[in-house]
T-cell receptor
Framework: GGIITQTPKFLIGQEGQKLTLKCQQN?????MYWYRQDSGKGLRLIYY???????QKGDLSEGYDASREKKSSFSLTVTSAQKNEMAVFLC???????????FGHGTKLSVL | QQKVQQSPESLIVPEGAMTSLNCTFS??????FAWYRQHSGKAPKALMS????GEKEEGRFTIHLNKASLHFSLHIRDSQPSDSALYLC?????????FGTGTTVSVSP
């Protein structure tokens, strides 16, 4: 088995701040994803990557940047945090795009 | 742009009863259909998936897929308190999985 590790678990930022979330996986999966979840609702796709150095925009990519410099890691940057923003950012990986996703436990973001 | 909707938004089910959840999608070219379950404070986990029209059963869980109706469902037989969770449907077909809006299920003892 493998594991997906997201850091940090909790992130508190200031309005306008640039914030970076990190994700590591040891499944040796090709595809990695970032989803946003607001207060116990559905997941919205921000970015995904099908291989090292590849980036594909999801429906919610505006306001975010992503980076996949290694197969095992995928980072997400909030380019300018919005006041009172609160959400959980979930990282996931899979062998292919129509394969089972494995999720990390999430980074909970709060913006003051 | 794929739209995935779930109904109902929430439901309460007596222990031992059947739980039925619905998912509709907009892209008729979709090829992969899955259900995930997320217990409170935990990561989502895959329950089961289906590629072709029809029905698939795994233990107490059954998926029905009708591509022509752009609809698939999850049925949980003999619901248990441990089934209380957020259920997420997901649709794929070329791009990344697109998830639905979620259904919160509470199973009352």
């Amino acid at each position: 088995g493998g594991i997906i590790t997201q850091t940090p678990k909790f992130l508190i930022g200031q309005e306008g701040q640039k914030l970076t979330l990190k994700c590591q996986q040891n499944f040796n999966h090709d595809t990695m994803y970032w989803y946003r979840q607001d207060s116990g609702k559905g997941l919205r796709l921000i970015y995904y990557s099908i291989t090292e150095n590849d980036l594909q925009k999801g429906d919610l990519s505006e306001g975010y940047d992503a980076s996949r410099e290694k197969k095992s890691s995928f980072s997400l940057t909030v380019t300018s945090a919005q006041k009172n923003e609160m959400a959980v950012f979930l990282c996931a990986s899979s062998m292919g795009r129509s394969e089972r996703l494995f999720f990390g436990h999430g980074t909970k973001l709060s913006v003051l | 742009q794929q739209k995935v909707q779930q109904s109902p938004e929430s439901l309460i089910v007596p222990e031992g009863a059947m739980t039925s959840l619905n998912c509709t999608f907009s892209d008729s070219a979709s090829q992969y259909f899955a259900w995930y379950r997320q217990h409170s404070g935990k990561a989502p986990k895959a329950l089961m998936s289906i590629f072709s029209n029809g029905e698939k059963e795994e233990g107490r869980f059954t998926i029905h897929l009708n591509k022509a109706s752009l609809h698939f469902s999850l049925h949980i037989r003999d619901s248990q308190p441990s089934d209380s969770a957020l259920y997420l449907c997901a649709v794929g077909g070329g791009r990344a999985l697109i998830f639905g809006t979620g259904t919160t299920v509470s199973v009352s003892p």
